[in-house]
C-alpha cells in the first residue's frame, strides 16, 4: 500500500515538474507572438500603414516561353516568333491624334485601327498602354526607334507568336492554339493575360501544361487609382518544356506529298515494337497558323461546311468498314478455336443462308481453298464459311483483343472508338436479334463495324510484334520530363496470341503481295530485302442490289465519287524480319489492291530508306561504295 | 448523475447543486468573453452585418454553453470509463471520411451523419487526449520508462494522424501529433527519447517531402520564401502582415479595418480573424486577445496541478495544451512566422466543429475541476458500477 502510495508521489512529483516545463515553454512561445506583434505594430507600423493607406501591392505577370514542338530528330514543327507590337500610352503621348498621324508615316494605319486604338484608350485609364500595331517588321522597329521624340508616348513591345514551319503537313498531329475562352480558365492566372495562347488542338491542346511553362511575375506598388510607383521584387518565368514527337519530319513529308494527290484520304506509318507513329497524314488539311492569326467567321464556315471535313483527323477519327482487312481477326479467332489453316472450304463464288445468298467477289469462285489462299486470293466464301461455325462473339472477342471497338489511346484528341458489334449490341441498340446472315457480313469486314485506320495500324503492328498490344503515340519524350517511348514499351501487356498462329497469318500477308494471284501482286515492292506483306481492302458504301448484279457490277470509276468504295490497306515491312507497319484508307479511292496498296507500298518504302528505327540490315552494297 | 450507484472509496456523491457550485464561472465569464470577441469581429467582417456569421456564431456558443455545463457537471469516472469507446468511434468516423466523406476545399474533411455534418478529425483532437490520459493513468512510472508500454499509445497517435494526413489536412495531423507529443511528456517519458523522436522526424523530412500534395509543398516554399508565390497563399501573407502592421498601437477602430474591408484579407472570418482583430484594435485589442487566452491556460493549469487524480492532470493539462497549440499556431501563421495551415483561432473564428471542441475541451477542464477530490486506482475501476 505504501509502496503505491510513493510511485503516486513519484508520478504527481514528476507530472508537476513536466507542467512546469511545458507552461514555460508556452509563455516563451506567446512572448514570441508579442514580440513580433511589436515589431509589425509598433517597429514597422508606419511602412505598413503607407502600405495600406496609399499603396496596394499589384501584379504584373509576364507570359513564360512556350516550349517547342520538335520532330525526332530534332526538327521545329512548332516555334516561337519574336513578334513587335506598338504600343500607345495616353497620358504621355498628350495629343493623341497627332502622335497617330505621325506614326502613319511609319506603319500602316487604316481607319479601323485608329478607331480600335481611340475605343481602347477612352475604356482605359490614361495610363495604361493601348496596343496599336502588333507583327512589325524590323525595319519598321527601328524607324520608330529612331523617331522617337516625335511619338512621345510610343514605345515598341517583343511579344511572341506560335509559327508553324510545316503549316497543313502537320496541322493535324501539332494543332495549334488560339486565344483563351471563358471555358479554359482554371484560375492560372497567366492565362488572363491579353494576348496569351493556350493550345486548342493537337499536340498543342494534349501536353498545353507541359509546354505552356510558368509566368514570371513583377511585384509592383500601385497607389490607389493603380499607377505603378515603384518595382518590389521580380521573378523570372520558367519556359516551357520542349515536347519531342516520334514522327520523322521527312517521311511525314513525304507521305503527305504522296497522299495530296487523293481527294479524301489518311495513312499511319508506325513502329510495330514501340507504337511510335512514324508518320500520320489525313488529307485534305487546314493551315493552323490561321487560327493563330485568328480565323474570319467566314474562313471559318467553309472549313467547317467543306464536305472533305479538312478540320478532322481522319487517321484517327474517320471510321470505316474494314473490309476485307480484318479478315487476319477472323482468321486468329478462328485458329484459336481450332480451325485449322489446313482445313478446305470449297467456294463456288456464293453462299446460301436461309433464303438469302452471300456472293464471293469473285464471280466464278475461287474452288478450294485453305486459309493462307483464302487471305491472298481474300475469298469472301472461305470466311462466310468459318465466320458461320465461330459466332459474331468470338469474332468479336478477338477483334477487341486486336485494339477494334474501342480507342487505342492515341495522345491526340478526338479519337474515336469505331464499332465492333456482338449480340448484346445489336440487340441494346438496335433492338432486334443478332441475324445468321450478319455474321457472315461481318466477317469480310462490312456490316454494322467501323474501325479508324489507326486501328487497322494498330492491329498489323500487334500481329507484327507477336502479340504485344502497343499503345500508338506521337510523344516521344517531353524534353526533361518524361520519356513517353520508354513508358509505352513497358506498360504493353501481352495479348496471348499463339506465335505459330501468328506466323501463319503473316506468312499469309506475305502471300497477298509477293506471290502470283495475290490480290496486291501488282503492287509489290521489287527491292530485295524490302519486300512487304500486307492485305487489300475495299468496303462497299452501298448495298449491291440483286437487279445490279444481274446487269453486271458496275465499275467504280464509272459511279459518282460518294457512291464509289473505300480502299484500304494494311501492311508490314520487311517482310522477313518485320519492323514497321502502315496503314492506308482512300475514301472512295475504289480497289484497295489498285489505289491503297501502291500507296502503301511508296509509304514502305520510303520508310525503309529513312529507317528512322535503325532497324534495318546494313545494304551488302554499302561496303562497296568506296 | 442521479441514478447512479456510486460507492466512493474517498469522495461522497455530490449532489447537482454541488457541484453547480463547484463550477469556476469565472472561467465560464471569460469563455464567454472570448466567444463575444468572436462575434464581435465576425460582425465586422461582414461589414457590420449580424448575418451571414455573428449570429450564427452566438447561437451555436448558445447551444454548446448548455453541453459545456453538462459535460463538467458530468462524473469524471465516466468518461474515464468512455474514453476508450469515444477514441475508437471517432477513429472509426475518420476512417469513414476516407471512404464517404464529402470534399471540400479540396480535402475530404467532412462527414454527413444526417442530422449534423461533422469533422472527425476535429473531434480527435478532444478524444485523443481522453484516450491517452486513460493510458497513462494505468501506468507507474516505472512502466512509463519502458519503451513497450508506449508501444500503444504511439499507435494511438499515429493512427489517427495518419488518416488525416492522407485526407490531406497537415495542419490537424501536427496538431495531433502535437497534443500526443505534449501528454508523453507529461506522462514522464525520459526526455532523450523526444531527443531521438526530433532528430528521427528530422532525417526523415527529405522522404516525407514526397508524400506532401503539391498545394501543401507551395505552402511551405512560400513560407520559406514568400516571394515565390506572390499571388497565392505569399499574397495572403503579405496583406495579412499589412493589415496587422497598418493597425499600429491602438487599431484604426472598430469596422474601420480597410484591409479587411477591400478584400484584401483572405478568409477573415475563419483563419484570418486575428488580422482583422490586430487591424482595427492594434496591438492594444491583439494583446488583449491574447491574455484573454493566457488566463484560460493558467486556469488550465491550475486544475491540472491540484487534480487528486492523474487521470485528471493529464486530461486537464493536455487539453489546455490542445488549446493553446490552437491560438498560438494561428496567430503565429497570421504573423508570417509559420506555414499557411487551416486552424482557427479557439471561438473566436467562425466554424461549427471547431467551437464543439473547444468547448467540450473546456468542459472536460471545469469537470476535472469539479470532480477534484475523487481518486480513480491506477488498476482501473473495476467493480465499481458507474
Given at each position: 500500500?505504501?509502496?503505491?502510495?510513493?510511485?503516486?508521489?513519484?508520478?504527481?512529483?514528476?507530472?508537476?515538474?513536466?507542467?512546469?516545463?511545458?507552461?514555460?515553454?508556452?509563455?516563451?512561445?506567446?512572448?514570441?507572438?508579442?514580440?513580433?506583434?511589436?515589431?509589425?505594430?509598433?517597429?514597422?507600423?508606419?511602412?505598413?500603414?503607407?502600405?495600406?493607406?496609399?499603396?496596394?501591392?499589384?501584379?504584373?505577370?509576364?507570359?513564360?516561353?512556350?516550349?517547342?514542338?520538335?520532330?525526332?530528330?530534332?526538327?521545329?514543327?512548332?516555334?516561337?516568333?519574336?513578334?513587335?507590337?506598338?504600343?500607345l500610352?495616353a497620358e504621355?503621348a498628350?495629343?493623341v491624334d497627332?502622335?497617330l498621324?505621325?506614326?502613319?508615316?511609319?506603319?500602316?494605319?487604316?481607319?479601323?485601327?485608329r478607331v480600335r486604338v481611340k475605343r481602347d484608350i477612352a475604356a482605359r485609364r490614361s495610363f495604361v498602354?493601348v496596343?496599336?500595331?502588333?507583327?512589325?517588321?524590323?525595319?519598321?522597329?527601328?524607324?520608330?526607334?529612331?523617331?522617337?521624340?516625335?511619338?512621345?508616348?510610343?514605345?515598341?513591345?517583343?511579344?511572341?507568336?506560335?509559327?508553324?514551319?510545316?503549316?497543313?503537313?502537320?496541322?493535324?498531329?501539332?494543332?495549334?492554339?488560339?486565344?483563351?475562352?471563358?471555358?479554359?480558365?482554371?484560375?492560372?492566372?497567366?492565362?488572363?493575360?491579353?494576348?496569351?495562347?493556350?493550345?486548342?488542338?493537337?499536340?498543342?491542346?494534349?501536353?498545353?501544361?507541359?509546354?505552356?511553362?510558368?509566368?514570371?511575375?513583377?511585384?509592383?506598388?500601385?497607389?490607389?487609382?493603380?499607377?505603378?510607383?515603384?518595382?518590389?521584387?521580380?521573378?523570372?518565368?520558367?519556359?516551357?518544356?520542349?515536347?519531342?514527337?516520334?514522327?520523322?519530319?521527312?517521311?511525314?513529308?513525304?507521305?503527305?506529298?504522296?497522299?495530296?494527290?487523293?481527294?479524301?484520304?489518311?495513312?499511319?506509318?508506325?513502329?510495330?515494337?514501340?507504337?511510335?507513329?512514324?508518320?500520320?497524314?489525313?488529307?485534305?488539311?487546314?493551315?493552323?497558323?490561321?487560327?493563330?492569326?485568328?480565323?474570319?467567321?467566314?474562313?471559318?464556315?467553309?472549313?467547317?461546311?467543306?464536305?472533305?471535313?479538312?478540320?478532322?483527323?481522319?487517321?484517327?477519327?474517320?471510321?470505316?468498314?474494314?473490309?476485307?482487312?480484318?479478315?487476319?481477326?477472323?482468321?486468329?479467332?478462328?485458329?484459336?478455336?481450332?480451325?485449322?489453316?489446313?482445313?478446305?472450304?470449297?467456294?463456288?463464288?456464293?453462299?446460301?443462308?436461309?433464303?438469302?445468298?452471300?456472293?464471293?467477289?469473285?464471280?466464278?469462285?475461287?474452288?478450294?481453298?485453305?486459309?493462307?489462299?483464302?487471305?491472298?486470293?481474300?475469298?469472301?466464301?472461305?470466311?462466310?464459311?468459318?465466320?458461320?461455325?465461330?459466332?459474331?462473339?468470338?469474332?468479336?472477342?478477338?477483334?477487341?483483343?486486336?485494339?477494334?471497338?474501342?480507342?487505342?489511346?492515341?495522345?491526340?484528341?478526338?479519337?474515336?472508338?469505331?464499332?465492333?458489334?456482338?449480340?448484346?449490341?445489336?440487340?441494346?441498340?438496335?433492338?432486334?436479334?443478332?441475324?445468321?446472315?450478319?455474321?457472315?457480313?461481318?466477317?469480310?469486314?462490312?456490316?454494322?463495324?467501323?474501325?479508324?485506320?489507326?486501328?487497322?495500324?494498330?492491329?498489323?503492328?500487334?500481329?507484327?510484334?507477336?502479340?504485344?498490344?502497343?499503345?500508338?503515340?506521337?510523344?516521344?519524350?517531353?524534353?526533361?520530363?518524361?520519356?513517353?517511348?520508354?513508358?509505352?514499351?513497358?506498360?504493353?501487356?501481352?495479348?496471348?496470341?499463339?506465335?505459330?498462329?501468328?506466323?501463319?497469318?503473316?506468312?499469309?500477308?506475305?502471300?497477298?503481295?509477293?506471290?502470283?494471284?495475290?490480290?496486291?501482286?501488282?503492287?509489290?515492292?521489287?527491292?530485295?530485302?524490302?519486300?512487304?506483306?500486307?492485305?487489300?481492302?475495299?468496303?462497299?458504301?452501298?448495298?449491291?442490289?440483286?437487279?445490279?448484279?444481274?446487269?453486271?457490277?458496275?465499275?467504280?470509276?464509272?459511279?459518282?465519287?460518294?457512291?464509289?468504295?473505300?480502299?484500304?490497306?494494311?501492311?508490314?515491312?520487311?517482310?522477313?524480319?518485320?519492323?514497321?507497319?502502315?496503314?492506308?484508307?482512300?475514301?472512295?479511292?475504289?480497289?484497295?489492291?489498285?489505289?491503297?496498296?501502291?500507296?502503301?507500298?511508296?509509304?514502305?518504302?520510303?520508310?525503309?530508306?529513312?529507317?528512322?528505327?535503325?532497324?534495318?540490315?546494313?545494304?551488302?552494297?554499302?561496303?562497296?561504295?568506296? | 448523475?442521479?441514478?447512479?450507484?456510486?460507492?466512493?472509496?474517498?469522495?461522497?456523491?455530490?449532489?447537482?447543486?454541488?457541484?453547480?457550485?463547484?463550477?469556476?464561472?469565472?472561467?465560464?465569464?471569460?469563455?464567454?468573453?472570448?466567444?463575444?470577441?468572436?462575434?464581435?469581429?465576425?460582425?465586422?467582417?461582414?461589414?457590420?452585418?449580424?448575418?451571414?456569421?455573428?449570429?450564427?456564431?452566438?447561437?451555436?456558443?448558445?447551444?454548446?454553453?448548455?453541453?459545456?455545463?453538462?459535460?463538467?457537471?458530468?462524473?469524471?469516472?465516466?468518461?474515464?470509463?468512455?474514453?476508450?469507446?469515444?477514441?475508437?468511434?471517432?477513429?472509426?468516423?475518420?476512417?469513414?471520411?476516407?471512404?464517404?466523406?464529402?470534399?471540400?476545399?479540396?480535402?475530404?474533411?467532412?462527414?454527413?451523419?444526417?442530422?449534423?455534418?461533422?469533422?472527425?478529425?476535429?473531434?480527435?483532437?478532444?478524444?485523443?487526449?481522453?484516450?491517452?490520459?486513460?493510458?497513462?493513468?494505468?501506468?507507474?512510472?516505472?512502466?512509463?520508462?519502458?519503451?513497450?508500454?508506449?508501444?500503444?499509445?504511439?499507435?494511438?497517435?499515429?493512427?489517427?494522424?495518419?488518416?488525416?494526413?492522407?485526407?490531406?489536412?497537415?495542419?490537424?495531423?501536427?496538431?495531433?501529433?502535437?497534443?500526443?507529443?505534449?501528454?508523453?511528456?507529461?506522462?514522464?517519458?525520459?526526455?532523450?527519447?523526444?531527443?531521438?523522436?526530433?532528430?528521427?522526424?528530422?532525417?526523415?523530412?527529405?522522404?516525407?517531402?514526397?508524400?506532401?500534395?503539391?498545394?501543401?509543398?507551395?505552402?511551405?516554399?512560400?513560407?520559406?520564401?514568400?516571394?515565390?508565390?506572390?499571388?497565392?497563399?505569399?499574397?495572403?501573407?503579405?496583406?495579412?502582415?499589412?493589415?496587422?502592421?497598418?493597425?499600429?498601437?491602438?487599431?484604426?477602430?472598430?469596422?474601420?479595418?480597410?484591409?479587411?474591408?477591400?478584400?484584401?484579407?483572405?478568409?477573415?472570418?475563419?483563419?484570418?480573424?486575428?488580422?482583422?482583430?490586430?487591424?482595427?484594435?492594434?496591438?492594444?485589442?491583439?494583446?488583449?486577445?491574447?491574455?484573454?487566452?493566457?488566463?484560460?491556460?493558467?486556469?488550465?493549469?491550475?486544475?491540472?496541478?491540484?487534480?487528486?487524480?492523474?487521470?485528471?492532470?493529464?486530461?486537464?493539462?493536455?487539453?489546455?495544451?490542445?488549446?493553446?497549440?490552437?491560438?498560438?499556431?494561428?496567430?503565429?501563421?497570421?504573423?508570417?512566422?509559420?506555414?499557411?495551415?487551416?486552424?482557427?483561432?479557439?471561438?473566436?473564428?467562425?466554424?461549427?466543429?471547431?467551437?464543439?471542441?473547444?468547448?467540450?475541451?473546456?468542459?472536460?477542464?471545469?469537470?476535472?475541476?469539479?470532480?477534484?477530490?475523487?481518486?480513480?486506482?491506477?488498476?482501473?475501476?473495476?467493480?465499481?458500477?458507474?
Open positions: 500500500m505504501s509502496r503505491a502510495r510513493t510511485e503516486e508521489q513519484n508520478r504527481q512529483k514528476s507530472f508537476t515538474r513536466r507542467a512546469l516545463l511545458l507552461g514555460s515553454a508556452k509563455v516563451g512561445l506567446l512572448s514570441v507572438l508579442g514580440a513580433r506583434l511589436y515589431y509589425l505594430q509598433v517597429v514597422d507600423a508606419e511602412r505598413y500603414r503607407l502600405l495600406a493607406e496609399d499603396n496596394r501591392i499589384s501584379m504584373r505577370l509576364s507570359a513564360p516561353r512556350r516550349g517547342r514542338i520538335i520532330d525526332r530528330n530534332g526538327i521545329a514543327l512548332a516555334v516561337n516568333r519574336q513578334n513587335y507590337q506598338v504600343h500610352v504621355q498628350q495629343d497627332q502622335t498621324d505621325a506614326l502613319t508615316h511609319i506603319i500602316h494605319l487604316d481607319s479601323e485601327d498602354p496596343r496599336v500595331k502588333d507583327n512589325l517588321t524590323w525595319d519598321q522597329v527601328s524607324r520608330i526607334a529612331v523617331n522617337s521624340v516625335e511619338l512621345p508616348g510610343v514605345f515598341v513591345e517583343a511579344g511572341q507568336s506560335r509559327h508553324y514551319p510545316y503549316g497543313p503537313t502537320l496541322a493535324h498531329i501539332v494543332g495549334y492554339v488560339g486565344a483563351v475562352s471563358e471555358q479554359d480558365l482554371t484560375g492560372d492566372p497567366v492565362l488572363e493575360l491579353p494576348g496569351f495562347r493556350i493550345g486548342k488542338n493537337g499536340i498543342e491542346k494534349v501536353h498545353d501544361e507541359e509546354l505552356r511553362g510558368r509566368a514570371g511575375n513583377t511585384q509592383v506598388e500601385v497607389n490607389a487609382v493603380g499607377r505603378v510607383m515603384q518595382q518590389i521584387s521580380r521573378v523570372e518565368g520558367q519556359p516551357g518544356h520542349d515536347v519531342e514527337l516520334t514522327l520523322d519530319m521527312g517521311l511525314q513529308n513525304y507521305a503527305h506529298q504522296r497522299l495530296i494527290g487523293e481527294r479524301s484520304a489518311s495513312a499511319i506509318v508506325m513502329d510495330a515494337f514501340t507504337g511510335d507513329v512514324l508518320s500520320l497524314v489525313s488529307v485534305p488539311s487546314y493551315d493552323p497558323s490561321a487560327f493563330t492569326r485568328g480565323l474570319s467567321s467566314s474562313d471559318w464556315r467553309s472549313l467547317v461546311e467543306d464536305p472533305l471535313s479538312p478540320l478532322s483527323n481522319k487517321a484517327i477519327s474517320g471510321q470505316y468498314a474494314p473490309g476485307s482487312t480484318f479478315k487476319m481477326v477472323v482468321s486468329l479467332a478462328a485458329m484459336e478455336h481450332h480451325i485449322g489453316p489446313q482445313e478446305e472450304v470449297y467456294c463456288p463464288g456464293y453462299m446460301d443462308l436461309g433464303n438469302h445468298r452471300f456472293h464471293c467477289w469473285r464471280r466464278g469462285g475461287h474452288g478450294r481453298m485453305h486459309m493462307r489462299d483464302a487471305i491472298k486470293q481474300s475469298c469472301d466464301v472461305y470466311f462466310y464459311d468459318i465466320a458461320k461455325r465461330l459466332g459474331i462473339d468470338a469474332i468479336a472477342s478477338m477483334a477487341r483483343r486486336m485494339g477494334f471497338g474501342q480507342t487505342v489511346g492515341i495522345d491526340l484528341p478526338s479519337e474515336r472508338t469505331g464499332l465492333m458489334p456482338t449480340e448484346d449490341w445489336k440487340l441494346a441498340n438496335i433492338g432486334e436479334r443478332w441475324q445468321g446472315g450478319e455474321t457472315l457480313i461481318q466477317a469480310i469486314g462490312q456490316g454494322y463495324m467501323l474501325a479508324t485506320p489507326l486501328q487497322l495500324a494498330v492491329m498489323t503492328a500487334r500481329l507484327v510484334n507477336g502479340g504485344k498490344a502497343i499503345r500508338p503515340h506521337v510523344t516521344r519524350r517531353i524534353v526533361g520530363v518524361e520519356n513517353i517511348t520508354e513508358e509505352v514499351k513497358e506498360e504493353s501487356p501481352d495479348l496471348g496470341l499463339m506465335p505459330l498462329q501468328v506466323k501463319s497469318i503473316l506468312d499469309a500477308m506475305d502471300a497477298v503481295c509477293n506471290e502470283q494471284r495475290g490480290t496486291a501482286y501488282s503492287a509489290r515492292i521489287h527491292l530485295p530485302g524490302w519486300e512487304m506483306g500486307g492485305k487489300t481492302g475495299t468496303s462497299q458504301v452501298r448495298r449491291i442490289t440483286a437487279s445490279e448484279r444481274a446487269a453486271g457490277i458496275v465499275r467504280n470509276e464509272d459511279l459518282p465519287w460518294r457512291r464509289r468504295d473505300h480502299a484500304l490497306f494494311v501492311g508490314y515491312a520487311p517482310v522477313h524480319n518485320p519492323r514497321y507497319v502502315c496503314s492506308v484508307v482512300v475514301e472512295h479511292g475504289g480497289g484497295g489492291g489498285s489505289v491503297a496498296a501502291p500507296i502503301a507500298r511508296d509509304l514502305l518504302i520510303e520508310t525503309q530508306r529513312r529507317d528512322p528505327m535503325d532497324a534495318m540490315p546494313p545494304s551488302p552494297l554499302a561496303g562497296l561504295k568506296e | 448523475m442521479a441514478g447512479y450507484n456510486l460507492s466512493f472509496r474517498r469522495a461522497p456523491s455530490m449532489s447537482l447543486l454541488q457541484k453547480l457550485l463547484q463550477v469556476n464561472w469565472a472561467i465560464v465569464l471569460l469563455i464567454c468573453a472570448l466567444a463575444g470577441v468572436g462575434a464581435g469581429m465576425l460582425y465586422s467582417a461582414a461589414n457590420a452585418n449580424m448575418d451571414p456569421w455573428a449570429e450564427r456564431h452566438l447561437i451555436r456558443f448558445a447551444v454548446l454553453l448548455v453541453l459545456l455545463i453538462g459535460i463538467a457537471l458530468t462524473d469524471i469516472r465516466i468518461w474515464f470509463r468512455f474514453a476508450y469507446p469515444a477514441y475508437f468511434i471517432t477513429l472509426i468516423l475518420l476512417v469513414g471520411v476516407e471512404f464517404k466523406g464529402t470534399v471540400g476545399m479540396g480535402a475530404q474533411r467532412w462527414i454527413d451523419l444526417g442530422v449534423i455534418q461533422l469533422q472527425p478529425s476535429e473531434v480527435m483532437k478532444v478524444t485523443l487526449v481522453l484516450a491517452l490520459a486513460r493510458y497513462f493513468h494505468s501506468l507507474s512510472l516505472e512502466d512509463v520508462r519502458r519503451p513497450l508500454y508506449l508501444l500503444f499509445p504511439l499507435f494511438l497517435v499515429l493512427a489517427p494522424a495518419g488518416l488525416v494526413l492522407k485526407q490531406p489536412d497537415l495542419g490537424t495531423a501536427a496538431m495531433l501529433v502535437l497534443a500526443g507529443g505534449a501528454l508523453f511528456l507529461l506522462a514522464g517519458v525520459r526526455l532523450w527519447k523526444f531527443l531521438l523522436v526530433a532528430a528521427g522526424a528530422g532525417a526523415a523530412l527529405p522522404v516525407a517531402w514526397n508524400f506532401l500534395h503539391q498545394y501543401q509543398k507551395n505552402r511551405v516554399l512560400t513560407f520559406l520564401d514568400p516571394s515565390s508565390d506572390p499571388l497565392g497563399a505569399g499574397y495572403h501573407i503579405t496583406q495579412s502582415k499589412i493589415a496587422l502592421g497598418s493597425g499600429g498601437v491602438f487599431g484604426r477602430g472598430f469596422l474601420e479595418g480597410t484591409q479587411s474591408h477591400l478584400n484584401f484579407l483572405p478568409e477573415k472570418q475563419t483563419d484570418f480573424i486575428f488580422t482583422m482583430l490586430a487591424e482595427e484594435f492594434g496591438m492594444v485589442g491583439a494583446l488583449g486577445l491574447i491574455g484573454l487566452y493566457l488566463l484560460v491556460f493558467i486556469y488550465g493549469f491550475a486544475v491540472a496541478l491540484t487534480s487528486s487524480n492523474h487521470f485528471g492532470r493529464l486530461l486537464a493539462l493536455g487539453l489546455t495544451v490542445n488549446l493553446f497549440f490552437y491560438v498560438f499556431i494561428n496567430i503565429a501563421m497570421v504573423m508570417g512566422l509559420l506555414p499557411v495551415v487551416g486552424i482557427p483561432l479557439p471561438l473566436v473564428s467562425y466554424g461549427g466543429t471547431a467551437m464543439l471542441t473547444a468547448m467540450t475541451s473546456f468542459g472536460l477542464i471545469l469537470c476535472v475541476r469539479v470532480h477534484r477530490d475523487i481518486s480513480i486506482p491506477r488498476r482501473g475501476l473495476q467493480g465499481e458500477v458507474v
